[in-house]
């Protein structure tokens, strides 16, 4: 096999097995935030970067957020937020494209120049991080010479992207269903409790759970907390 043949394989291979690798660590379901460290460890891994960053977009603030890096500087890891649509990161989010920078000490449109020059950093390629065509953040790959991102490895970053954004979709579904649970339990929680005051006290059940309430703001519990007491206390009491 010709030489450049050979080399365009082994990063073709290079580039399946990280995907594979995040995959893997997509299904094996662990916590989001070690999930999306790993992913940026991958992704300075294959990429050979000096920093690679994942950036969230906050929807109350506007501003998009680091939330995870293999990097040890402390300056970059506490380096401002981006407002949408400001800074390389911030169109990338804004127009969900990806943007390339063949040195970033010397572009005005990166705003953190002063870090850039400390870290020692140079190039950079920019990727959205998108969810059924919803951008929920970017992800950065630096590098500490100049380089100019071939298509292969723009292609790369941009399928290590689409697996951190499915990650992140998922735990967000998984959190979302989670709370409806508790909520439909704290719901059964507090109408047995209702119930249980309402026969005990003989009044109405519409005034038993305006006392859970004024119960639950007194004590600076939960109505669920409050009910449970309730519940528990009644159960006491039967059992005797």
Do not use: W
């Amino acid at each position: 096999m010709p030489a450049v043949k050979k080399d365009s394989f082994q990063v073709y291979v290079k580039q399946i097995e990280a995907i594979s690798k995040v995959a893997n660590l997509i299904a094996s379901g662990m916590y989001l935030e070690e999930l999306l460290r790993l992913v940026v460890q991958v992704t300075a891994e294959v990429m050979n970067s000096k920093i690679s960053s994942l950036m969230l977009f906050d929807p109350e603030k506007k501003e998009l957020v680091v939330k995870a890096t293999q990097s040890v500087s402390e300056a970059y890891n506490k380096k401002p937020n981006i407002r949408l649509g400001e800074g390389i990161a911030g169109v990338v989010a804004r127009d969900s494209k990806i943007i390339c920078v063949l040195d970033i000490r010397n572009d005005p449109s990166y705003l953190n120049q002063d870090i850039a020059k400390k870290e020692g950093l140079c190039s950079l390629a920019c990727v959205p991080l998108a969810v059924k065509g919803r951008v929920i953040g970017v992800l950065n790959c630096y590098t500490s010479k100049k380089h100019k991102f071939s298509k292969s490895e723009l292609d790369l970053l941009t399928a290590l992207a689409n697996q951190a954004a499915l990650a992140i979709e998922n735990a967000e579904l998984d959190l979302r269903a989670r709370s409806a649970e508790e909520a439909l339990t704290t719901r059964k929680l507090v109408e047995r409790a209702k119930d249980i005051l309402s026969q005990d006290a003989n009044i109405l059940p519409a005034e038993a759970y305006r006392l859970i309430q004024k119960q639950s703001m007194d004590m600076r519990k939960s109505m669920r907390e409050v009910a449970e007491a309730i519940i528990l206390a009644k159960d006491i009491k039967t059992k005797k």
